[in-house]
């Protein structure tokens, strides 16, 4: 009796996650809200999951179901797409392709069968360049079957915002300015809708910093010099060889995950985190160590990638299908973004086959900077500006530099119509889209 009693005690106790194959059940309500800036006494009117900024952060173990109620309280449609996971097409959240768009008081529920552990994000796939803007953002991780003995496990989500001086949001979106440059980067930086916010680590602690670019169009080259640390993870997927952080390139979409330890003597000690990437490099945030004795350091190997895509499968490949990326005139704003000279909806698309490889050619004729994500797969990159270039991990965006070609591999590996865009979402909206159908040989 009292046996049992334990086991219905111990039963209710344990996190639902924990249970394999239950569903995890969350609700996301789009809706107006208003965020408190440090630049202003008063609060700046966002859009928000849950009036959150950045939205909830969403944990769920690899191997279960996340259900995911959307309730849509703005005034307009929406849609969430769930950035990197490998899910059934009909829950990839883009409207016109795999949903009707979430009409203002409609619901709509998105089942999550989560394939692998890793860092993904959230974000709407409908007039995305205003919507994301505004706020509607935030993180999901898909935590490991047995979780990893970190000290700590971090999430800074970059974003930047264009605020007035009378502390609102710059209403207008895909300017001019941001269709003929790389869209629009805000004078505003936050981590976790903070500016440079400090992270209080205690030396000898190991912490896992998964970092995501949620910015609509800038690029970060993060920086954490004096901290002995590797990349153990890029979107969402663990590479095949640690290397630095240094020199990483996050355009909008990327994630890394990194592997810090906090040396025994850093105690008292300011780490910064810089960005690299324009001229001028600026402080993002900071690490502060508690001035305290050293914990123990957790010793353990993160995973290494299972299923890494050999580049050898591509060496005999001719390229499949080659898209290039060049501004036209027209579409919806007079300036388009072009993939083969055509604006999405009526863009080159592709087809490929089921668990048959194919190599891609982005080649970008034009001078400006396109990150190119592909939805619902994760490939590798082989070659860049026709010289074999092999990258130790895979991604779902890689950017390609103006007048820059690369040249990537990938496994279809999920049936449906899958789309493929740039990641700045001033060119996305001005028609940088075209789709994949993937189908069953
Ligand atoms: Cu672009």
């Not at 179901?65 to 899910?87: C, F, M, P, Y």
């Not at 089942?111 to 993904?120: I, K, P, S, V």
């Not at 895509?309 to 973004?337: H, M, Q, S």
């Amino acid at each position: 009796m009292f046996k049992r009693l334990l086991i219905i005690l111990l039963l209710l106790c344990s996190p639902i996650s924990a249970l394999a194959g239950a569903d995890n059940k969350t609700q996301l309500t789009p809706k107006e809200g208003a965020h408190q800036f440090p630049f202003f006494d008063y609060l700046t009117p966002v859009w928000s999951y849950n009036g959150q900024v950045p939205g909830p952060t969403l944990r769920a173990r690899a191997g279960t179901t996340l259900v995911v109620d959307v309730n849509n309280q703005l005034k307009e449609a929406t849609s969430v797409h769930w950035h990197g996971l490998r899910i059934d097409n009909a829950m990839d959240g883009v409207p016109g392709v795999t949903q009707e768009p979430i009409k203002p008081g409609e619901r709509f529920t998105y089942r999550l069968r989560l394939e692998e552990a890793g860092t993904f994000w959230y974000h709407p796939h409908l007039n995305a360049g205003e919507q994301l803007e505004r706020g509607l953002k935030g993180v999901l991780i898909v935590e490991e079957q047995e979780k990893l003995p970190f000290s700590q496990d971090v999430v800074w989500l970059l974003d930047d915002w264009r605020l007035r001086k009378d502390g609102t949001i710059y209403p207008y979106f895909n300017t001019r300015h941001d269709l003929m440059h790389d869209g629009r980067w805000g004078n505003a930086i936050t981590i976790n809708g903070k500016v440079k916010p400090t992270l209080t680590v205690t030396p000898g602690e190991r912490i896992r910093l998964r970092i995501i670019n949620g910015a609509n169009a800038r690029i970060f080259a993060g920086s954490l010099a004096g901290l002995p640390m590797q990349v153990i993870a890029v979107d969402g997927r663990p590479v095949s060889t640690f290397f630095p952080f240094d020199h990483f390139i996050l355009s909008p979409g990327n994630r890394v995950d990194l592997d810090i330890t906090i040396p025994d003597d850093a105690g008292g000690r300011i780490f910064q985190f810089e960005d690299r990437f324009t001229r001028r490099p600026h402080v993002l945030g900071k690490i502060k160590v508690r001035d305290e004795k050293p914990h123990k350091t957790p010793q353990f190997a993160p995973p290494k990638a299972k299923g890494f895509i050999p580049a050898e499968i591509f060496e005999e490949l001719p390229v499949t299908k080659t898209w290039d990326l060049n501004a036209v005139r027209g579409g919806r704003f007079g300036i388009g973004w072009a993939m083969n000279r055509r604006l999405w909806p009526t863009a080159d698309k592709a087809d490929f086959k089921l668990g048959k490889p194919v190599k891609i050619r982005f080649i970008n004729s034009s001078s400006r900077l396109h990150p190119m994500h592909i939805h619902g797969a994760f490939f590798r990159v082989l070659e860049v500006n026709g010289q074999p270039d092999v990258e130790l991990f895979t991604r779902d965006t890689v950017l390609v530099g103006p007048r820059e070609s690369i040249v990537i591999g990938l496994i279809p590996e999920h049936e449906g119509i899958w789309v493929a865009h740039c990641h700045i979402q001033s060119h996305a909206d001005a028609g940088m889209m075209t789709s994949i159908k993937v189908d069953k040989k």
